[in-house]
């Protein structure tokens, strides 16, 4: 605000608009290959079996079918934390695990070697919740992780990776508090963020030791990082990222069909192809976590925070890629919304033969703080508290501080987010409309209004580490060389849009590079909420570098020092004398400038998101209706107004706040099969039900940003759920704990179901 | 089944079936059997364009008649791709996200210009099917009220929810209609 930008904050065309509305931009089944073969897998009907036998040799001898590859094809190539999952094993941990592979020339041929595979399993049993999986004597996914309890932490934050929050005297604590409650809480139902387009690979093997992997995740530099150490640090990677069709985290975990897709091409010489059927998507692709605390909070008649103490159970299916990072986050993220001097919070990673969970919207803040926000209710409602005023309380204020992801404690230097939440409140009506707990704000013949608040801040804005180059060229253009792959966000535009406000040239002169590996420099990807402040730093310091070069050799023509220079539409001049100038061309057709940068990690800021829902329910039929929603943040600064509008209203959808609503993914608890993996019998929002969407916007400058701003994407999710589950049970008058608030749920807790009837319900 | 005939049809052997049939003004006559560029009888149309024809825009999501994202126009109504098979396209007329832009000046649909200005889109994978569908829709309704929008549109799934600028583009052109 009050900031005079030349391109930061303007309506802007995305750079990729023509492209996305002709049809034009290209998502990676849309690439052609030459020669290209076609993969296929083999997955497990039984949710835990030894194999047996396999017999491949019809499937093999079927016209067409060049490659059919089992267990005993795989060379010890192995994924996951810890990397203890082969890519094809003697072993199924899930319905839907890998069995075999199969390269054929066309999917129909590919699809029909399938069929003629023989396997014998020996079944074995499986244990598909925390509860059985913990339980004494219970069957081993794996017989190295006695009890189903995976090792905690990740090496990626180093050796003191936060695995939960213990400082301070929690029973000092406690006996501090004028209230205590307890009790277990989860947020375990287990959408699917379903992004449309398809999960797939591409890969070329060239011997002796090459790959060139063509992904669809959008983060194509972590692919090469990652596949490395699958294929055990032997083999050059190469990874190449195109359009993503949605992601919300999911596709960060596709490490599997891309050793799918190279591990046949090895095997053939041919590139290969692999992407997922739809229901391979919604079955054998990541899921959340599921998360359950049993816990203990006390607190003053005031709303201070005394003590937090208690167990958060995650169940990461059968096998994890970032479930002990996502505790990681998550253990920190808490400590950001609850500022508590008592801690005694720990973590357990349960292994369970269902499909893998990993990144699904949330990081881990937003499955931990569902199952807490509610235990946190049951205090405030003892102590007869305003949510609204207890959460903006409890959220971390400069000075304040929490432990993060790597173990160590970090002092908060961002701004108070309290006038946002304020905004917010105002805007929503909120102190017009709460009327206590577990009352409705309004009764309407059956149909009762309620409403809830929830709130989530990430200090991951500036999470990991991201390199760009800037390269000028003399003819007034510059290109961006930066391992990005577009998936939603806009945010490849908005790169153009601030090398275009620090080189001040047109975002139309900029270009960006493919998100490939072998042009571009590190960078992690878009995740969290970094895009806009750890890479997009990056970036802007990496044209700030080449402005820094340009001017020096600019300044000897001009007879000035590079100090006095600026620059504008491809000429440099000396401030304030714009007629001692020097174009850009005259740099020459043979020279061109580079500017390098490198964002190094910095978790002393987060980012803050308050969501106030109102619901309606019908105590007839137990439906619950959203009604509107509105979000308060502040962004800094506003980079890309539409972008960010578009971001915030994807608060909804995609595992997001309906996942408390009707979003699941319905597991079959006898069998281990996943009953709804289409997307007919897979709920999801259309717009027929769309509920008012309204946005709280405040820019209050972030200093360490170039142009004062973090990112929100992520977390515009977040609080939602579990302020649908807070405005569910002010409606009802009850309290309703399990996600999603189901029909049948709402029923139940209004005594209008038995327990008996509760058929298919978790 | 009956098929028009065409210069190509003069030169496929004796007995074998072929389908006609005009994508974004242009004339396609196709042989149906199992060599490369022929159709098989198990072809769905999203494959067809996809994969035989290089028109890529369509796209395909769920395969499965639920998402939308494979719509395309055909003799004016939108259909999706991935439930029709190639072979039942004799002599229709189908226009797909590529075929909307004026074919003389080549200037963006209406349409395709609201969703630009209003950024309609955040992945974009949906985007293609959700234009096709809407297209088709203002044809036969050019000034829906924004109740009829939405029911028009809520085959389409998108998981970015970008329904709400969707629904500001769509009324923007819908406007412009009265």
Redesign the interface.
């Known amino acids: 605000m009050g900031r005079d930008y030349r391109y930061i904050g303007k309506p802007m065309?995305?750079k990729?608009?023509?492209g996305?509305?002709?049809?034009?931009?290209?998502?990676l089944?849309?690439l052609?290959f030459q020669n290209l073969l076609h993969g296929k897998v083999l997955r497990s009907p039984h949710a835990h079996a030894r194999i047996n036998k396999i017999d491949k040799s019809k499937a093999e001898a079927l016209p067409g079918v060049k490659a059919v590859l089992t267990w005993e094809d795989n060379p010890d190539w192995r994924g996951g934390t810890p990397r203890n999952v082969p890519v094809l094993d003697s072993k199924v941990r899930y319905v839907g695990d890998a069995v075999a592979l199969v390269a054929a020339a066309t999917e129909?041929i590919a699809d029909e070697a399938l069929d003629l595979i023989e396997v014998e399993y020996e079944v074995l049993p499986a244990v598909f919740d925390i509860d059985s999986a913990v339980k004494p004597g219970a069957p081993l996914v794996y017989d190295q992780f006695p009890g189903n309890v995976l090792p905690g932490g990740t090496i990626a934050f180093g050796p003191s990776s936060l695995k939960g929050v213990v400082m301070g005297d929690v029973e000092n604590g406690f006996a501090d508090a004028d209230v205590v409650a307890q009790g277990a809480f989860g947020y375990e139902n287990l959408p699917n963020?379903?992004?449309?387009?398809?999960v797939g690979a591409v890969a070329l093997w060239e011997e002796p030791n090459r790959v060139t992997v063509w992904g669809t995740s959008q983060a194509p530099y972590m692919d090469k990082a990652t596949l490395f150490h699958v294929f055990n640090r032997q083999v050059e990677v190469r990874t190449i990222g195109h359009?993503?069709?949605?992601?919300?985290g999911t596709k960060v975990m596709c490490w599997q069909v891309q050793a799918y897709a190279a591990l046949l091409s090895r095997a053939t010489g041919r590139p290969v192809k692999v992407f997922f059927?739809?229901e391979e998507h919604m079955a054998a692709f990541t899921l959340r976590i599921g998360s359950r605390i049993h816990g203990r909070v006390g607190m003053k008649k005031d709303g201070t925070l005394t003590a937090i103490q208690g167990t958060w159970y995650v169940d990461t299916g059968y096998y994890s890629f970032t479930t002990q990072a996502q505790v990681a986050v998550g253990s920190g993220e808490l400590m950001i919304m609850a500022r508590c001097p008592n801690w005694d919070l720990r973590s357990v990673v349960v292994t369970t033969n269902r499909n893998a969970s990993g990144i699904t919207r949330g990081f881990g803040g937003q499955e931990l703080k569902c199952s807490f926000i509610p235990l946190l209710s049951l205090a405030m409602e003892k102590a007869c508290l305003d949510p609204f005023e207890v959460l903006k309380k409890n959220f971390v204020k400069p000075g304040g501080g929490y432990y993060w992801r790597d173990g160590n404690w970090y002092q908060y230097r961002g701004i108070d987010y309290s006038p946002a939440m304020d905004k917010g409140a105002e805007v929503f009506g909120w102190k017009e409309k709460w009327k206590g707990w577990l009352t409705p704000t309004a009764v309407n013949g059956t149909r009762r209004t309620g409403i809830g608040v929830g709130v989530h801040g990430n200090a991951d804005v500036g999470e990991d580490t991201a390199e760009a180059y800037v390269k000028l060229d003399n003819n007034g253009a510059a290109t961006i060389f930066l391992c990005a792959a577009e998936?939603?966000?806009?945010q490849k535009s908005n790169y153009a849009r601030m090398v275009a406000e620090v080189l001040q040239i047109p975002p139309e002169r900029i270009s960006m590079t493919p998100a490939d590996t072998l042009v571009t420099p590190f960078e992690f990807g878009p995740v969290g909420s970094r895009g806009t402040y750890a890479i997009a730093s990056a970036v802007i310091n990496a044209a700030e570098d080449a402005k820094r070069k340009l001017f020096e050799i600019a300044a000897p023509k001009l007879g000035a020092d590079p100090q006095e220079l600026e620059t504008a539409d491809g000429v440099v001049f000396v401030k304030g004398h714009p007629e001692r100038s020097w174009k850009w061309k005259a740099l020459g057709f043979d020279r061109t400038i580079l500017g390098w940068a490198r964002f190094e990690p910095d978790f002393t800021l987060c980012n803050c998101m308050m969501s106030f829902v109102e619901v309606e329910v019908d105590t007839e039929t137990g439906q619950v209706n959203l009604l509107r929603v509105v979000l308060a943040t502040d962004v800094g600064q506003i980079i890309d107004p539409?972008?960010l509008?578009?971001?915030l209203?994807?608060?909804?959808?995609?595992a997001g706040i309906d996942s408390a609503i009707f979003e699941e993914t319905v597991l079959n608890p006898r069998s281990g099969h996943i009953l709804n993996a289409?997307?007919?019998d897979y709920k999801?929002r259309?717009?027929?039900d769309?509920p008012a969407?309204e946005h709280v916007v405040l820019e209050t400058p972030i200093p360490t940003h170039r142009f004062h701003a973090v990112g929100v994407g992520e977390i515009a999710t977040s609080p939602g759920p579990s302020a649908v589950l807070m405005a569910v049970s002010n409606a009802v008058g009850c309290w309703l704990h399990e996600y999603p608030v189901t029909p049948q749920r709402v029923l139940r807790a209004l005594g209008k179901l038995g327990n008996a009837t509760n058929v298919g319900a978790r | 089944m009956q098929t028009t005939t065409s210069d190509s049809a003069t030169r496929k052997a004796p007995g074998t079936r072929s389908v006609g049939f005009t994508v974004n003004g242009q004339r396609y006559r196709l042989n149906v059997g199992t060599e490369v560029g022929e159709i098989s009888p198990a072809h769905t149309l999203s494959h067809t364009l996809r994969e035989t024809l290089g028109l890529t825009g369509t796209k395909v999501s769920c395969d499965q008649g639920a998402c939308g994202a494979c719509a395309v126009i055909m003799d004016g109504k939108a259909v999706l791709s991935c439930k029709v098979l190639t072979v039942e396209c004799d002599g229709t007329n189908i226009t797909t996200i590529e075929g909307l832009r004026d074919p003389k000046t080549g200037a963006l649909d209406p349409l395709q210009q609201a969703f630009v200005d209003h950024t309609a889109f955040q992945c974009g994978y949906c985007t293609p099917g959700m234009i096709i569908t809407a297209r088709a829709f203002l044809d036969e309704n050019p000034n829906p009220a924004e109740e009829e929008v939405k029911e028009a549109l809520s085959g389409n799934f998108c998981r970015c929810i970008s329904h709400y600028q969707v629904i500001k583009a769509v009324m923007s052109v819908a406007r412009k209609g009265e």
């Open positions: 065309q995305r990729d608009a023509v996305i509305v002709t049809g034009a931009v290209q998502y089944d849309d052609k129909d963020a379903l992004p449309p387009e398809p359009h993503v069709g949605g992601s919300f059927t739809k998936h939603g966000t806009g539409q972008g509008e578009g971001q209203n994807g608060c909804i959808g995609s289409n997307l007919i999801w259309t717009f027929a769309l969407m």
